[in-house]
């Protein structure tokens, strides 16, 4: 099969040439250009779109289009970017930058008084834990958490943000 040529099926998918094509009852092995134009394959362009929005980015489709009057080429389609997997931090590098900023018996208090589960605190949880991860309980839980330490800890919220953004995150 010869990905460089194509034809359209009816569904505009490409049908590409085969590798030994039959051309007025003649076989013609490893065809060259000039013998796909005359069965009917036109040449499919590599190209594909460049610089998309911010927060987007093109994926093929399987249909392909007229590209000129000289060949085709892929549909693309503009989508949405996945969201950036959730951040992870190991205890000791939570800890270890609450201890350097000062905070870890704020912190230490304020998670001893939040429950995460009924009778088990966020303490108990960060001393638990292999890792902390973002988002952890669902959005509304993590935001609550987030925005109690930064009233414990006498900090705004974009503050907690920020000191979470400069710890080291795990793989």
């Not at 040449?43 to 009057?69: A, Q």
């Amino acid at each position: 099969m010869n990905r460089n040529f194509v034809r359209p099926r009816e569904d505009m998918t490409p049908e590409f040439a085969p590798d030994v094509l039959e051309i007025n009852g003649r076989k013609v092995y490893n065809p060259k250009v000039v013998h796909c134009k005359i069965a009917g394959y036109l040449p499919l362009s590599p190209d594909w779109p460049v610089d998309p929005p911010e927060g987007k980015h093109y994926e093929r489709t399987d249909k392909i289009e007229p590209n000129g009057d000289d060949g085709y080429k892929w549909v693309y389609v503009l989508v949405d970017n996945p969201p950036p997997p959730p951040r992870r931090w190991s205890r000791l590098s939570i800890k270890t930058a609450l201890a350097q900023a000062q905070m870890l018996d704020a912190a230490r208090q304020f998670l001893s008084s939040t429950e995460i589960a009924t009778g088990y605190t966020a303490w108990e949880a960060l001393t638990d834990c292999d890792y902390i991860e973002e988002g952890y309980g669902g959005a509304e839980a993590w935001n609550a958490l987030l925005d109690g330490a930064a009233q414990a800890l006498g900090k705004t919220r974009e503050e907690i943000d920020a000191f979470l953004a400069n710890i080291p995150t795990e793989g």
